[in-house]
C-alpha cells in the first residue's frame, strides 16, 4: 500500500532523504574546539578562516557570504533584515548576506542537511521544526559553547554568558554528554491571555484556582462569550504546555525533568493525571470546531471579543499586532491552581529561554554563523529585537530606555510576581519528535472529550516507552 503523506513520519521522512545515515560520519565544521556529541569527531579548522581577535574571536573571512534562515512565525523576519543582518553588515561590509523567511523549516531544509549544502544559521521554530536530536546525534550542529565563551560585542571584558538571562544555555543543551547546541533568544512567558479592557467592562479577574475558573466560564458562557479556547489543527501544543505547567505545579518541576529523561511511569505521575483531569473539565467549554482551526484563527476571535481565555506565549501581542485592535489590551495570567497542596504557588509561570537558532556544523561559513549570534546578543541588536516584536530577549538590560506594550509590561509584572517559583522548560519536545507529535494528538483527543485523564496519561507513557526502546533514537538527559 502506498503511503500517504499523513501516513510518513518525521523520522521515516528523514531517514528517505538519508539523514540517519549520517550519524556515522564526522562532521565538517569549521571550528576546532566545535565538538559534536557522542563519538563524532570535532569539526576541524577551515583553512580560510582569517585570524581570530578580541573582535574577531571566531576569525571570521571578512568577505565570505552568509546564509541566514529565519522563521517567519509570530516575530516575523523583520528583525532579522532590518537589524540582525545590518549589524553583522557593519562588523563585515564586504560580506554578502542571503536570507530566507520561511514557516517550513523542515521540509525545506531537511533535503539540504542529507546533501550537506547548508545554511550558517537557521531559527529552528514553528510547527515544521527540524528534529534536533536527531541532527545533534548526526553531528550535523555546532556545540555553540565557543560563542558563550566569547568576549560581549558590548563589554570585551565580559564572557557571552555573564551577559545572558540565568538558565538560558542550559535550555539549549542537547546529546550525551550534554552540550549546548541552541542559542533560544526569547524569554518567554507561558500562560493564559486575555483582554484586561473585556475583562475590567465584565467586572472580571483571571481565575486562581480550577473551581474559579469552572466558576467563570459560566460566567463567560453567559455573555455569549467562549472561556477558553485553542487551535487543535495546528497549535495543541499551547494546550499541552498548560497540562505540563499545571503538573509541576502540583508536583514540583521534578514531574517535567522525569519526562524529558523517559523515567519509568513519568507520564503516570499522579500530577500528570490531576493536571489532565482539570484541563479536560476545561475542554468541555469549547466548541469541537475549535479542532480544526489554525491559531490564527482562535486569535482572531479573541480580538473580536468571542473568546476570554487563550494559552499561549508571549509572542502573542506581536503576532496578533496587525489585527488587534484598538481597545483591546493583552495581558497574562498563570495557570490556575489545581489542588490547595500545589508545590508551586499560584504565581508560579513557565518563564523561559526559547525560540531557537543553531549553527550547522557543515556551512559554508559556520564561523560567521557564530558571529551572527553574537551579535544578536548585543544590546543593540536584543533592544532592536524587543521594539520590533515586543518580545523580550535573554540580554540582561537589553530594555533599558525602552516603553513596554501592555502586554510585555503585563509579563515583566507577572514575571517579578513569580519570583524564584519558575516552571521549568520541557526538552523533550526537541529531543523526540515522534513523541512530541504524540503529544499533541493525545491532547486534543483529552480536550476535545474522545480519552480520559488517565487514558490520556497511559497514552503517553506507552508513546514515551516506546521511544525508550528505539535504539536508533538517540537518548538525552538534563539533570536540572
Not at 489585527?323 to 493583552?330: H, L, V
Request: negative net charge; hydrophobic residues 40%.
Amino acid at each position: 500500500m502506498t503511503s500517504t503523506p499523513r501516513e510518513i513520519t518525521r523520522r521515516q521522512m528523514i531517514r528517505r532523504v538519508g539523514l540517519t545515515a549520517l550519524v556515522a560520519v564526522p562532521a565538517a565544521g569549521l571550528l576546532s574546539s566545535c565538538a559534536t556529541s557522542g563519538d563524532t569527531a570535532a569539526p576541524s579548522t577551515a583553512p580560510s578562516a582569517a585570524a581570530t581577535s578580541a573582535t574577531n574571536p571566531f576569525g571570521v573571512k571578512a568577505d565570505a557570504p552568509l546564509e541566514v534562515v529565519i522563521f517567519k512565525g509570530g516575530y516575523s523576519d523583520e528583525y532579522a533584515t532590518q537589524s540582525h543582518e545590518p549589524l553583522y553588515k557593519a562588523e563585515f561590509p564586504k560580506a554578502t548576506i542571503k536570507h530566507q523567511g520561511i514557516q517550513t523549516i523542515s521540509q525545506t531544509l531537511t533535503p539540504r542537511f542529507a546533501s550537506g549544502d547548508v545554511p550558517d544559521v537557521v531559527n529552528n521554530s514553528g510547527t515544521d521544526n527540524l528534529d534536533a536530536g536527531a541532527l545533534i546525534g548526526a553531528g550535523q550542529l555546532l556545540d555553540l559553547t565557543p560563542l558563550f565563551e566569547a568576549p560581549s560585542i558590548d563589554d570585551p571584558s565580559k564572557k557571552v554568558k555573564d551577559t545572558l538571562v540565568p538558565g538560558t544555555i542550559e535550555s539549549g543543551l542537547g546529546g550525551d554528554p550534554a552540550k549546548p547546541y541552541t542559542l533560544n533568544y526569547v524569554y518567554t512567558a507561558y500562560g493564559l491571555w486575555y483582554d484586561a479592557k473585556l475583562f475590567e467592562k465584565n467586572g472580571w479577574t483571571a481565575p486562581k484556582t480550577f473551581e474559579e475558573f469552572k466558576t467563570f466560564a459560566e460566567a463567560a458562557k453567559a455573555k455569549n462569550i467562549v472561556p477558553f479556547a485553542y487551535a487543535g489543527k495546528n497549535a495543541s501544543y499551547y494546550a499541552y504546555w498548560m497540562i505540563l505547567i499545571s503538573a509541576a505545579k502540583i508536583g514540583g518541576n521534578e514531574v517535567l525533568v522525569n519526562i524529558d529523561n523517559l523515567a519509568d511511569n513519568a507520564w503516570n505521575h499522579d500530577a500528570v493525571k490531576q493536571a489532565a483531569a482539570a484541563w479536560a473539565e476545561i475542554g468541555k467549554y469549547m466548541d469541537k470546531s475549535y479542532e480544526g482551526l489554525i491559531h490564527t484563527e482562535v486569535q482572531t476571535q479573541q480580538n473580536q471579543g468571542k473568546i476570554a481565555l487563550y494559552p499561549s506565549g508571549s509572542w502573542l501581542e506581536s503576532e496578533q499586532s496587525k489585527d488587534t485592535p484598538a481597545g483591546f489590551e493583552y495581558a497574562i495570567a498563570p495557570t490556575p491552581s489545581v489542588t490547595a497542596a500545589d508545590q508551586m504557588p499560584y504565581e508560579a509561570i513557565r518563564a523561559a529561554a526559547g525560540e531557537g537558532y543553531v549553527v550547522p556544523s557543515k556551512g559554508k561559513n559556520a564561523t560567521g554563523g557564530l558571529e551572527y549570534l553574537r551579535v544578536m546578543l548585543s544590546k543593540p541588536a536584543a533592544k532592536a529585537f524587543t521594539e520590533k516584536t515586543k518580545s523580550l530577549t535573554v540580554v540582561v538590560g537589553a530594555t533599558e530606555g525602552l516603553t513596554l506594550s501592555p502586554g510585555l509590561t503585563s509579563v515583566v509584572a507577572a514575571q517579578n510576581g513569580a519570583g524564584q517559583n519558575v516552571v521549568t522548560y520541557s526538552l523533550f519536545e526537541t529531543w523526540y519528535k515522534e513523541l512530541e507529535t504524540e503529544l499533541r494528538k493525545q491532547t486534543n483527543a483529552l480536550m476535545f472529550g474522545r480519552i480520559s485523564a488517565d487514558e490520556f496519561a497511559s497514552k503517553m507513557q506507552a508513546a514515551a516507552d516506546k521511544t525508550k526502546a528505539d535504539s536508533s533514537i538517540s537518548k538525552q538527559s538534563r539533570s536540572v
